[in-house]
Nanobody, 125 residues
Framework: QVQLVESGGGLVQAGGSLRLSCAAS????????MGWFRQAPGKERGFVAA????????YYTDSVNGRFTISRDNAKNTVYLQMNNLKTEDTAVYYC??????????????????WGQGTQVTVSS
């Protein structure tokens, strides 16, 4: 079992930055693929970014590529999402997720068996 707790959300003006953190506890964190997803009001939850267990590979949805950076510190059991040049369309609840192995794609939410409770990110114009 893995427990995930996100933090770092808040209100920021467009063009600003936030860093989200996801602290994991439970089973061996370093073996999991970690992902960030987000859900805006009235929309389905969608993939944002993912990182392999070693940190050797990262993946991003097109709309955040070049603005967001996912990283992890296995010694601290924590994964981060650095968000720069935020836009109003980035407003959403952001969820951290963990996957013990990937069958098809890190971009698919059903690959992830563990989820955090979410943290709100609001970007004002």
């Amino acid at each position: 079992q893995v427990q995930l707790v996100e933090s770092g959300g808040g209100l920021v003006q467009a063009g600003g930055s936030l860093r989200l953190s996801c602290a994991a506890s439970g089973r061996i964190f370093g073996r999991y693929v970690m992902g960030w997803f987000r859900q805006a009001p009235g929309k389905e939850r969608g993939f944002v970014a993912a990182i392999t267990w070693s940190g050797g590979a990262t993946y991003y949805t097109d709309s955040v590529n070049g603005r967001f950076t996912i990283s992890r510190d296995n010694a601290k059991n924590t994964v981060y999402l650095q968000m720069n040049n935020l836009k109003t369309e980035d407003t959403a609840v952001y969820y951290c997720a963990a996957a013990d192995g990937i069958s098809l794609s890190v971009r698919n939410g059903y690959e992830y068996g563990y989820w955090g409770q979410g943290t709100q990110v609001t970007v004002s114009s």
